[in-house]
């Protein structure tokens, strides 16, 4: 049986699972959940997209005593944007328990607001091991009181040098307490992580059968550096380009290359790692809103991206490495959907070509492009277009108050109105571009439940 309702959970949690329409668990699910909520210490081989956000979530849901205000689930994200993905899922499913605590903290955002809201523990905080680290040292956070520390995405952690960090964490946090740890690879550097932090766990790997692996095509295409731009803006004039990603390597080269694609009439977008928080923030909203058809990223910027149909991946630089090369993919071709993955090749870059086929063990499919100049300026339209209101979750705001106000007072239709999100202290909503200034015009006029805030327009 893998349905959710053969598990010990608490009717608030199987309440959350029903209303987010989760019926049968997800291999992983089905194969976690049990020894975690048995309290064994677990280690998951798992992809991101394979559940695993959720099986954690439900497991240290299910320990939280909200009546005890004191800090008692920990978990520790590579990134900004996957600890906002993995704090989003987790609030989903609490929603049916009443004054649960969650707080993100994340280096690159100011520590202020971050130490104001430390005045009352939280119950569970997601959080980069960096910024996590500095709380604990401040006496801002106090981890006397955890249960259960979940390590997500922890390979891409130890990539990114936060081994020490880590280590450091747990020895500043209460001694006994559950150790879960999710990684998508499971090398020896990660079995070595384990063996320091876990006790006798119980290892979960999920080997996706041939037939659900995401339909994924591959192409390379040998380009001469001088080409490249032309390439690259060649691709995207095609059916899938009004939705795609486009992976660099250097964070330069992320914005050259969004400048000159906005130049010649792309709706295009850069993301990296230099640009402020709320710029990030407000890039992956109107990508993921179709307010935008392409996002340039470096890799370190798109982990955590989660976008269920992205038709189209474009490698504008070979990966450094096999692994990044698999990660760049995997974006495309999700949740049952095709995807096409296409990497630029200079003569330079073909020996990280080879090793990338050598590590994959089948040979790589290459095509030829006839690069024509650009025969004047496209027009490339997003779909939709963004509004921002400034107003969120701490002034009590929903979507579905925004979504009322619209299909209310403002008399849009449900289906003219995209993807809302809502932030700490502000909210974005997608509207049909053709009804985006009336939509405009409408709540500035009206009111969002019951009051007046300001709304603005995106981009």
């Not at 064994?40 to 849901?61: E, N, P």
């Not at 005593?65 to 499913?93: F, G, M, N």
């Not at 994340?106 to 607001?113: D, H, I, N, V």
């Not at 400048?259 to 990030?280: I, K, N, P, V, W």
């Amino acid at each position: 049986m893998t349905a959710f309702n053969t598990l010990p959970l608490k009717p608030a949690l199987l309440a959350s699972v029903e209303t987010l329409g989760y019926t049968e668990m997800t291999p992983v699910q089905a194969q976690s959940l049990p020894p975690m909520l048995a309290g064994r210490d677990v280690i998951a081989q798992a992809q991101t997209g394979s559940g695993k956000t959720a099986a954690f979530g439900l497991s240290l849901l299910q320990s939280i005593d909200v009546d005890t205000i004191r800090l008692q689930a920990l978990v520790l994200c590579p990134t900004r944007e996957l600890a906002d993905q993995v704090s989003k899922a987790l609030r989903k499913l609490a929603a049916n328990i009443p004054n649960v605590k969650l707080l993100t903290l994340c280096g690159g955002m100011p520590l202020g607001p971050q130490l104001a809201s430390l005045s009352h523990d939280p119950h569970i905080v997601v959080g980069t091991p960096g910024r996590v680290q500095e709380h604990l040292k401040r006496g801002s956070l106090h981890g006397g009181g955890i249960k259960v520390l979940v390590l997500d995405e922890a390979d891409r952690m130890l990539d990114m040098g936060f081994s020490e960090a880590i280590d450091d964490i747990v020895g500043r946090i209460a001694k006994h307490h559950q150790t879960l740890l999710f990684s998508a690879t499971y090398p020896e550097e990660i079995r070595a992580v384990s063996q320091r932090v876990q006790t006798d766990p119980v290892v979960v790997t999920v080997d996706t059968p041939a037939e659900q692996k995401p339909a994924i095509e591959q192409q390379f295409i040998e380009v001469e550096p001088a080409q490249k731009l032309d390439a690259l803006a060649q691709l995207l004039a095609g059916e899938r380009g009004q939705h795609a990603l486009v992976f660099c390597n250097m964070r330069r080269d992320v914005d050259a290359v969004a400048q000159e694609l906005d130049r010649r009439g792309y709706s295009a977008l850069a993301l990296h790692g230099d640009m402020e928080q709320r710029d990030r923030d407000e890039v992956l909203v109107r990508f993921a809103n179709k307010s935008c058809n392409v996002l340039v990223a470096t890799d370190v910027a798109a982990r955590g991206l989660d976008i269920a149909a992205l038709p189209l991946v474009l490698c504008y630089d070979v990966a450094h490495d096999p692994d990044t090369h698999t990660h760049r993919i995997g974006r495309t071709g999700r949740a049952g959907e095709t995807g096409l993955a296409i990497t630029l090749c200079t003569p330079r870059e073909r020996p990280k070509a080879a090793n990338i086929e050598e590590a994959g063990g089948v040979p790589l499919s290459w095509r030829t492009l006839k690069v024509a100049p650009p025969r004047g300026k496209t027009l490339q339209l997003a779909p939709m277009k963004t509004l921002v209101i400034d107003a969120g979750r701490q002034d009590k705001l929903r979507p579905g108050d925004i979504l009322g106000a619209l299909t209310g007072d403002a008399g849009l239709d449900a289906k003219d109105i995209g993807k809302i999100d809502v932030f700490a202290t502000r909210a974005y909503v997608a509207i049909g571009r053709a009804l985006a200034a009336k939509s405009l015009e409408r709540l500035r006029a009206g009111r969002i439940k019951g009051r007046n805030f300001r709304v603005r327009p995106l981009g």
